[in-house]
């Protein structure tokens, strides 16, 4: 499987920007995808997940209610839209892809993107 991200940039403090992330060699409808953050020095962290039947989405505390992510199996594209920016969400954001279900754990997925960047300025 392989994941290409897309649509980071720079934009001003409570501004929205949407990343995407195509998911290429697998069967979509089959993973769950999340995506993670890591600025330089510290560990990569979970940002949002949404299960393979789109029925399950989770986030964490830090971007809950700001941020959403959704999927669209006819275009193997997950997308992350960003809402409210602050510049403590300036970092790479990296989507992934396990089987069936979405999960909080870096260990849990095998496959990666390449990261798109996004910085926040204030």
């Known amino acids: 499987v392989q994941l290409v991200e897309s649509g980071g940039g720079m934009v001003q403090t409570g501004n929205s920007l949407t990343v995407s992330c195509v998911v290429s060699?697998?069967?979509?409808?089959?993973?769950?995808v999340g995506w993670f953050r890591q600025t330089p020095g510290e560990d990569r962290e979970f940002v949002a997940g949404?299960?393979?039947?789109?029925?399950?989405?989770i986030y964490s505390d830090s971007v809950k209610g700001r941020f959403a992510i959704s999927r669209d199996i006819a275009k193997n594209t997950a997308y992350l839209q960003m809402n409210s920016l602050k510049p403590e969400d300036t970092a790479t954001y990296y989507c992934?892809?396990?089987?069936?279900?979405?999960?909080?754990?870096?260990?849990?997925?095998?496959?990666w993107g390449q990261g798109t960047q996004v910085t926040v300025s204030s």
């Open positions: 992934a892809a396990r089987l069936l279900y979405a999960s909080r754990d870096v260990q849990d997925f095998g496959a």
């Open positions: 060699g697998g069967t979509f409808s089959s993973y769950a």
């Open positions: 949404i299960d393979y039947n789109n029925k399950n989405e």
